[in-house]
């Protein structure tokens, strides 16, 4: 139909193998319920990438119609009609910073140095930032793991990379584990470990702060590898 207006109708359908009068019966068929749904679904779906600006898969786009709209249909006919439409997702190689120095502040020495072995509980703590990619946003996990028995002390989930989500991170460990004074808590020398009220935090409990180099994430993975091993 689009190109009629370049194209002799008889020629096209010579090169297409079809017959002129088969087309002009197909022109003048009313549409089916199913064409006008695919069409209705196509505005919405495009909609729904455009609000996503343009990061939206198909996946995504069938779970916000389905959980946030609700619009039954399947993942499959979503793609179908994405594919259709030539509508297709971005993918931002986008890597988020959790490990942030203060420049103003002194860190704690490395009493560590990657010598990550505790022969009694609550001897040894490594605690790190994680950042978790949300439909909703971003959120940024803040553990502390136990060297000798590798159970997670203490956790704590928060929107924003404020000193609040070590502090919680940490008071929770130190409710978890009553016996934890004198622990040394390693972590890498990111603001929200070497921030005024994480110290006073520390010094209050009787937790020894240590810190690696900045961002060192893999002091944590190292004992996360070394306990499924």
Not at 53 to 70: D, N, Q, S, V
Not at 85 to 95: C, E, L, M
Not at 133 to 148: I, K, N
Request: contains cysteine.
């Amino acid at each position: 139909m689009q190109q009629r207006a370049c194209f002799d109708v008889a020629v096209m359908c010579r090169l297409l193998g079809v017959s002129a009068s088969g087309f002009y019966a197909w022109a003048a068929r009313p549409r089916s319920a199913r064409a006008i749904e695919d069409e209705v679904l196509t505005e919405m779906i495009c909609a729904i990438h455009s609000e996503s600006r343009g990061t939206y898969g198909a996946p995504r786009i069938h779970a916000e119609l389905k959980l946030g709209r609700g619009i039954s249909c399947g993942r499959k006919r979503v793609a179908r009609l994405m594919r259709a439409g030539g509508i297709r997702s971005v993918h931002r190689n986008r890597k988020w910073r959790t490990t942030i120095r203060d420049p103003e502040a002194a860190p704690a020495p490395d009493l560590v140095e990657r010598r990550f072995f505790a022969s009694e509980p609550d001897e040894l703590w490594v605690a790190d930032i994680k950042y978790i990619p949300t439909w909703e946003g971003r959120l940024y996990l803040a553990h502390a793991v136990d060297v000798c028995t590798r159970a997670v002390v203490g956790w704590q989930l928060r929107e924003d990379l404020s000193a609040q989500l070590v502090l919680d991170t940490l008071e929770m460990g130190l409710w978890r584990r009553k016996e934890a004074a004198g622990v040394v808590h390693h972590s890498d020398r990111g603001s929200q470990y070497t921030s005024f009220a994480f110290g006073r935090a520390c010094r209050e409990a009787g937790v020894v702060p240590s810190m690696g180099s900045v961002g060192d994430c893999f002091d944590c993975e190292s004992v996360g590898r070394r306990s499924a091993a």
